[in-house]
């Protein structure tokens, strides 16, 4: 079962923007930038971009409207929004599988005891996209899940002209999906969740890295995955 201490580190906002006002006493603006888990609240903002960034192009899109609620009910903690100024830009939502590869039911089921991080989709607003955002997110979530105690590796699925673009972020080849939607096929990805930082955490001897949530938005050069 997922544990919810490993979940905390999570929790934590990344930025806020505090302002000063003129009686020099501080109040709380939307932050300029924010990373954090999606809830209920956040759903039709997610279908929102959903909605043009798939239904518009293929009619289908990964996660109707009542599985976003359904996944951020079940598993909020397995999903990460980028917001900027209060507004969805970016996402993810995932929930845990307990298989070697996806089937039909991966679609719709959270397994709790499942190992597998099943990432059902990644989308960034149309206007925010072509500036990195979606690989920037997605390394965040990858570090993020290194937190979590139980979790192995993460899979995905994709159709085959995004393959190159879950290359770039560390994912594997794992062979043809059994699903298809509609008329689409889809080729599994993979990516070994390895290092595990709660582990770590609870020993002494070595420190806990840098809080995934407090990473900077913007991936240097150094910040290699592990
Ligand atoms: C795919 C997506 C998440 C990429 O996020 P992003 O923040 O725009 O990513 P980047 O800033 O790195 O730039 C886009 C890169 O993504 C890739 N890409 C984006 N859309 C693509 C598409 N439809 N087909 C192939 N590659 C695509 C390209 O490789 C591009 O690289 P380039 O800079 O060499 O042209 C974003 O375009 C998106 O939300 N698309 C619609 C939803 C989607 O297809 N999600 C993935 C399937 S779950």
Not at 92 to 109: K, V
Not at 215 to 226: F, M, R, S
Request: hydrophobic share 40%; charged share 20%.
């Amino acid at each position: 079962m997922m544990s919810v201490v490993g979940a905390q580190p999570f929790i934590k906002p990344m930025q806020s923007s505090p302002s000063v006002s003129p009686g020099n006493q501080r109040r709380h603006t939307l932050p300029a930038s924010e990373v954090r888990p999606l809830n209920t609240q956040d759903a039709i903002s997610v279908f929102e971009i959903e909605r043009e960034a798939f239904i518009s192009v293929s009619g289908e899109c990964p996660l109707h409207l009542d599985e976003v609620r359904h996944f951020l009910t079940l598993c909020p903690e397995l999903s990460m929004g980028w917001f900027e100024e209060g507004r969805l830009v970016a996402f993810i939502i995932g929930s845990l599988w307990d298989q070697d590869r996806l089937t039909t039911d991966a679609l719709t089921l959270h397994k709790p005891c499942g190992s597998t991080v099943h990432i059902h989709v990644l989308a960034v607003h149309r206007t925010f996209r072509q500036q990195g955002k979606g690989p920037l997110l997605m390394w965040r979530y990858l570090q993020y899940l290194r937190c979590l105690p139980n979790v192995r590796r993460a899979v995905l699925m994709c159709e085959d002209i995004l393959i190159p673009f879950y290359r770039k972020s560390g994912f594997k080849v794992l062979g043809r999906c059994a699903i298809t939607v509609a008329n689409l096929t889809f080729t599994e990805m993979w990516y070994p969740i390895s290092g595990h930082a709660y582990m770590r955490r609870n020993s002494e001897a070595i420190r806990f890295p840098q809080n995934p949530l407090t990473l900077p938005l913007t991936k240097t050069d150094e910040q290699v995955d592990v």
